[in-house]
């Protein structure tokens, strides 16, 4: 034993069991959110029992389960429960009870003690609805206008509620349709031409013009009025046929509910269905949590607005990136004079990665935004002022600001790709007669390829990850469109976007309902760090890859 | 590249002619020259554009660091503006239009920049009576009182009217009067008033005067406006205060917005406080002596929270209403100004700030800021002694009337005067506090509250995160890099760094919502089990190694050394379960019944979001940056070195000890150094998981919060170019300034250990 201690082996378990923890966190994390994010999307069996209040009121609850977890009495009794002198733990369910417009909160906290047989009635439905969040209760009548249809029980009902539920939901993509579409392009054009007039005025145009140009606009704001009337007299049958159809359901005290099925998003009877109803379910969420777009403040729906401004953005970030890192790296392996001053601004570049990202994002919104952009706006958008066009946080500072910071990643990446390549390539290409941009661009730098894509790889990792310096420069928690679409010119680099990681901190922190928000930040989190860990791997396989290639070159 | 002599002619060449070679060889040299020319200015430039990060942010931080400056640019005589001797000058907030009030009892609007008249209007006094007196309340509330010389006061406010007819913007100046045109007894015995003050209180007008044989009379009034007529009645009541002790003679009186103070000063050099709570039960609460002179001029700053006092040796102080343990408030000289050469004749101050303008007998003129201690300028403007200084809302501009009659036209640049290095980095005495403190509170509620703009909280809670996510990341860290670079098969070494570079890419949101939305409140639960694997862990790993020695060889033999971390996993994971789940019991047994609860009932702060919470997420962060850089180090020892100390019968460990550590030391400080540049830069985890609270301590039990958090929060809502943006900005320039030398030394020392590697 003695001896054991003297050899220092303890102190070799201990090393290990520091990379063990290491490990056993990082798995654990990732197992978290994907344990957690996953689980978001399936559809969660709903219970129903009886509880005791603080009051000893019995009363009746109706919800899914979110969680369970195991306190000392003393807390318990603290908050005012009446437990027994000689109970040391108890458990206590956190319940989805939904139905917010009927009781105020949705999430509740109950005590084991004193909780009924739990059941899960089959005619048990989940709802989700546009406003108020879930509904969680029975479904009892199907009306259209005011007239019965469908009654529980009757063999026909659920599909005909489904069938409803179908038609209103088509009619609202009809109506999102005309209003994105339509109208958005309405009123994208109107926008011009007061633009236009502006410019004119403010060119100083003499009279003749100016009247001239006058008429034009009328005769085409004219036009695009007529047109609007149109979209709206049409947009507003649509609104007109979505009123048709009410549901009429109870909840678990029994107290009935009205709800009109223009406001209902999904019907579900978990309760009722087989593993095989429930994964085609799964996927149905999960697609519609991919590509719709959020409601209810961030709290539900998809985010997909989010995965676009991330991916666009990320995109003109790699544009601007990498002509700039790889000529960077280029000019200080190859052209630079190697020397001190030389090793300084390498060092120097070096360390710009590790400098916080929240600098980057002041000098952004500084510098980019407010200077830059100011002056952009007085140059070529005078006739939008004082409204800026890009003097404000947008995409394309945001794209800016994130290539500023991570160019490091790729010139350091780029410089070890070259700095790999053997002299005796080079030395070879030069011997033939070959000039040093021929060797260059010829013989070093595709080789040096996929170190570039490597730093490439990185840097959109890194950018994708990164939130606070986009806090700054042009994300936010709610964008009205997507930058790209079909009004000119298509690509909006001014406009604000919405991002994975700021929706996380957004839905996370801001949104006034966090237990409703808490699932959906789970999953937007395992989307971003399933892009991330992709992306990653990648790069690592390609570097991997590419030692393994030049060792054998260069042996 | 030698020119070759062209191939005979006759036989045919596939060899281009000579021409079409030189051609080429131009070509090539041009797209030679235009690549290497290219590359040099997109190099240089990405080079420059990171360069001008550094540049930019101290651009922004510059004019922070600058005094105030005046400019004259124009005089013109007083009497053009002003028909009687003037008492009072006001410049408004688009620094256009000017207004003179005069012993008359007009007030008379000019055109600012070149004293053209505009409008007079007279104010209505009684027939026979004059003006003896004027107060004003701080400038933001623009009232005048005029004490009268039969004992009455007349309350004045002068408004301006702001229309835009044809999109231009037009300027109607207006007197009004809060407590109607009626004037005010102040002194039923009908003396004239020799001084007079005026506040607005939350519970209408308060007003103080002293009367011709010293006495000091205080009314409150309020007014109500009739819908109809528009005709005011004022309603209130005046009150004698007790005399002064002695036979000091009042000479300056003032009254705070609370109007629960007043103070007075006398001709024998003291300041005299009175408790006016109930006016009618009012008491004189101290009498101090100033120890700076005879006062001369004295008045309230914006928010009423404390006085300017002049004095005749020329002294500028600044004294604060401070309130004693038995919430009795006294005066207190808090501040002391560089002050000017002669009697001070006049103060004046800013609207907005905390800042005031002195002019003395000699035409010296001062500006001051109170709250940064800061005299941003001296210098003499005048002949003759200075009379009037009217600033106007927004600093711009600054009328200056000597005692010559010359009106002097000032342009006035002083935008930053609330910086210095006092108010920044040390404990500053603040206005309503009862001692000097560090506190951050730069999004001021309104015009009237103080701005605090220490950095001191930030800077030590940035500090405070970094130490415990450090305390949390190096011995994890290093100690994992020592045993995946020395003792680690390489096999699994091939698994534990990819995974850790996974760890480094993680973005920082996501661990900053786990440590918000997970482990905060988890923690909070289950306070005991973090403690208990803190001990429990350390002890399972040796206790395991111990077993593990002690396994028959069969089966010991069958696992090589440097699986010790596979074999510990397992382990690992059972202790930190076994903790979690006897966490309950624990708190039962030691902490009745909730760990939390015995720490407040201990004094012991804890806030749901801590540093214990932030140490662990962001240990999270760091431990890869250290790790990578670390096992790098210890990895790169040669190999020749380890195998001497092997060879000379030093166990595995003890060469750890003796030779790997030691040669790899300066690497592995490099890498402590650089995981605490990432700390201390880190924005979201800390932004996500504390309370951002901006707190003076190192409980980690509390919160903080960090410079970097603290831009990401306030930056978005800052207005442009004003001292809180530049603020922010010098925060960011710190932390960048910060970061680089950290990452520079830690590079330098990197690369030195290559070096020397190289050479062993």
């Known amino acids: 034993m003695k001896n054991w201690f003297k050899s220092g082996a303890p102190w070799i378990w201990l090393n290990g069991g520091a990379v063990a923890l290491c490990i056993v966190m990082v798995v654990g994390l990732l197992g978290l959110i994907a344990i957690r994010g996953f689980g978001h999307f399936w559809p969660a069996d709903i219970m129903q029992t009886t509880i005791v209040d603080k009051a000893g009121v019995g009363k009746a609850i109706l919800g899914e389960k979110v969680r369970s977890e195991t306190i000392p009495a003393a807390v318990a009794r603290d908050g005012g429960y009446e437990i027994g002198d000689d109970v040391e733990l108890v458990t206590r369910y956190l319940v989805k009870e939904g139905n917010r417009d009927v009781s105020a909160r949705d999430f509740n906290w109950y005590l084991g003690i004193g909780m009924g047989e739990w059941e899960y009635p089959e005619n048990a439905v989940s709802i989700e609805r546009r406003e108020w969040g879930n509904f969680y209760g029975f479904p009892q009548q199907l009306l259209e206008n005011g007239a019965v249809i469908a009654s529980l029980g009757e063999e026909t009902f659920w599909q005909e509620l489904s069938e409803r539920v179908e038609r209103s939901l088509d009619i609202h993509s009809d109506i999102s349709h005309i209003e994105k579409g339509a109208i958005g392009r309405i009123n994208h054009k109107l926008e011009r031409i007061r633009l236009d007039k502006r410019r004119l005025e403010l060119q100083g145009a003499d009279a003749a013009t100016m009247a001239a140009a006058e008429a034009e606009f009328a005769a085409r704001r004219a036009e695009l009025d007529a047109q609007y009337v149109e979209v709206k007299a049409e947009r507003d049958a649509l609104y007109k046929l979505l009123e048709r159809d009410t549901l009429i359901a109870t909840v678990a005290s029994g107290r009935e509910v009205k709800i009109p099925l223009q406001n209902i998003v999904r019907v579900t009877r978990p309760n009722a269905m087989g593993v095989f109803g429930k994964m085609g379910q799964y996927v149905e969420r999960f697609w519609e949590f991919l590509s719709d777009e959020p409601r209810e403040a961030n709290t539900e729906g998809g985010i997909f607005p989010a995965i676009f401004g991330t991916v666009t953005m990320v995109l003109v970030m790699s544009i601007i990136v990498t002509p700039f890192g790889v000529l960077a790296a280029i000019y200080l392996r190859e052209y630079a004079k190697q020397g001190p001053v030389l090793r300084l601004i390498r060092i120097s570049v070096y360390n710009l990665a590790g400098v916080p990202s929240i600098v980057y994002g002041v000098f952004g919104l500084g510098f980019f ?131 994975l990681g700021f929706h996380i901190y957004d839905v996370g922190f801001q949104s006034p309902n966090v237990e409703a928000a808490r699932p959906l930040v789970y999953a937007t989190a395992l989307t971003l760090v399933l892009l991330i860990i992709v992306l990653n791997l990648t790069a690592i396989r390609i570097r991997n890859s590419l030692r393994e290639k030049y060792r054998s070159a260069s042996d | 590249m030698s020119e070759t002599s062209p191939a005979a002619s006759g036989t045919k060449s596939l060899m281009p002619s000579a021409q079409e070679r030189a051609k080429l060889r131009n070509t090539r040299r041009l797209k030679d020259s235009i690549s290497k020319w290219g590359i040099t200015t997109a190099g240089l430039a990405v080079v420059a554009a990171l360069g001008l990060i550094f540049f930019y942010l101290f651009s922004e931080v510059f004019p922070l660091l600058k005094d105030a400056e005046v400019e004259v640019v124009d005089s013109y005589p007083v009497a053009q503006v002003s028909s009687a001797e003037n008492q009072y000058m006001l410049l408004e907030r688009y620094e256009q239009i000017g207004a003179s009030l005069t012993s008359a009892g007009t007030v008379e609007f000019f055109e600012a920049d070149y004293g053209k008249p505009l409008v007079n209007y007279a104010v209505d006094l009684p027939a026979g009576v004059e003006m003896t007196a004027l107060g004003k309340s701080t400038p933001n509330n623009g009232l005048i009182a005029l004490g009268l010389s039969n004992g009455e006061l007349l309350l004045s406010q002068i408004s301006y009217g702001l229309t835009y007819p044809d999109d231009k913007r037009k300027i109607t100046p207006e007197l009004d009067y809060p407590l109607g045109e009626t004037p005010i007894v102040m002194d039923p015995e009908g003396k004239a008033l020799r001084a007079v003050a005026v506040q607005a209180t939350g519970r209408g007008h308060v007003l103080a005067a002293i009367t011709e044989d010293n006495r000091i009379q205080l009314g409150v009034y309020t007014s109500r406006k009739n819908m109809i007529t528009g005709k005011i009645t004022s309603n209130g009541r005046v009150f004698t205060m007790p005399g002064l002790p002695g036979d000091a003679k009042a000479q300056f009186v003032q009254v705070d917005q609370t ?502």
């Not at chain 1, 730098?445 to 894509?453: I, R």
């Not at chain 2, 040669?663 to 995981?675: K, N, R």
């Not at chain 2, 880190?682 to 998981?689: D, N, Q, R, S």
Request: negative net charge; hydrophobic residues 50%; glycine residues 8%.
């Open chain 1, 369 to 499: 935004v407010y200077i830059l952009g100011g002056s952009l706006d007085e140059l070529f958008y005078p006739e939008s002022l004082p409204a800026p066009t890009f003097g404000t946080p947008g995409l394309f500072w945001a794209s800016l600001t994130l290539a500023l910071l991570t160019l490091p990643v790729v010139i350091v990446s780029t410089e070890e790709g070259l700095s790999r390549i053997p002299t005796t390539i080079r030395q070879g290409s030069l011997a033939l007669g070959a000039t040093k941009a021929e060797t260059l661009w010829k013989v070093v730098v595709p080789l040096a390829t996929p170190a570039m894509m490597t730093g490439l790889i990185l840097a959109i990792a890194r950018a994708a990850g990164e939130v606070a310096p986009l806090m700054l420069v042009g994300v936010v928690k709610l964008a009205p469109s997507l930058p790209i679409d079909g009004n000119y010119p298509y690509l909006h680099l001014d406009q604000k976007i919405m991002h």
């Open chain 2, 259 to 760: 109007a629960r103070h007043l103070v007075v000063a006398d001709d024998q050099a003291q300041l005299h406080t009175f408790a006016v709570d109930t006016p009618s039960n009012a008491s004189l609460t101290e009498s101090v002596p100033t120890g700076r002179g005879q006062v001369t001029a004295m008045e309230f700053l914006v928010g009423t929270g404390s006085l300017v006092i002049g004095t005749d040796s020329g002294s500028v102080s600044q004294w604060l209403l401070v309130r004693d343990p038995k919430n009795v408030y006294h005066v207190k000289p808090v501040r002391d100004f560089e002050g000017l050469p002669n009697a001070i004749t006049t103060v004046s101050p800013e609207y907005t700030r905390r800042g005031f303008l002195v002019g003395d007998s000699e035409g010296y003129l001062g500006i001051y800021h109170g709250t940064a201690a800061r005299t941003l300028l001296v210098e003499q403007v005048a002949e003759a002694g200075i009379a009037q200084l009217a600033i106007s809302p927004i600093n711009g501009k600054l009328l200056i009337l000597d005692q010559a009659g010359t009106v002097q036209v000032t342009e006035v640049w002083n935008e930053h005067p609330e910086i210095s290095f006092s108010s920044l980095w040390q404990k500053v005495w603040y206005e309503g506090r009862s001692e000097p403190e560090y506190v951050w509170q730069a999004s001021s509620g309104g015009d009237e509250s103080e701005s605090k703009m220490s950095l001191v909280p930030l800077s030590l809670g940035t500090l405070k995160a970094a130490f415990f996510a450090m305390l949390f990341a190096i011995p994890l860290g290093i100690m994992g890099a020592v045993y995946t670079a020395y003792f680690m098969t390489p096999k699994m070494r091939g698994l534990v760094k990819p995974t850790i570079e996974i760890m480094e890419a993680l973005p920082t949101v996501i661990l900053g919502f786990l440590a918000g939305l997970w482990l905060a409140p988890f923690l909070e639960n289950h306070l005991p089990a973090i403690f208990s694997i803190l001990l429990l862990m350390p002890v399972m790993m040796v206790l395991v190694g111990f077993g593990w020695s002690h396994l028959p060889g069969a089966i010991r033999h069958r696992v090589s050394d440097g699986w010790e971390a596979a074999i510990l996993i397992i382990p690992v994971l059972l202790t930190g379960w076994l903790c979690v789940a006897v966490s309950p019991h624990l708190e039962i047994w030691f902490f009745d019944g909730s760990m939390r609860q015995w720490f407040t009932n201990n004094g012991i702060n804890y806030d749901q979001r801590n540093a214990l919470v932030v140490g662990i997420a962001m240990g999270f962060a760091v431990i890869p940056t250290i790790f990578s850089i670390a096992e790098d180090a210890v990895f790169n020892v040669p190999r020749h070195l380890t195998q001497g100390s092997l060879a000379l019968g030093a166990t595995r460990w003890q060469t750890v000890i003796g030779v790997v550590l030691p040669t790899a030391s300066p690497g592995i400080f490099s890498a402590v150094m650089m995981g605490f540049g990432r700390a201390v830069g880190e924005t979201m985890i800390v932004l996500m998981a504390t309370g951002n609270s901006p707190v003076v301590n190192f409980n980690i039990f509390e919160g903080m919060r960090t410079l970097s958090a603290n831009v990401a929060v306030e930056l978005p809502e800052t207005a442009v170019d004003s001292t809180h943006f530049r603020v922010l900005f010098l925060a960011s320039l710190v932390l960048l300034a910060l970061t680089f030398i950290v990452n520079t030394c830690a590079e330098i020392i990197r690369q030195r250990l290559r070096k020397r590697y190289s050479n062993l």
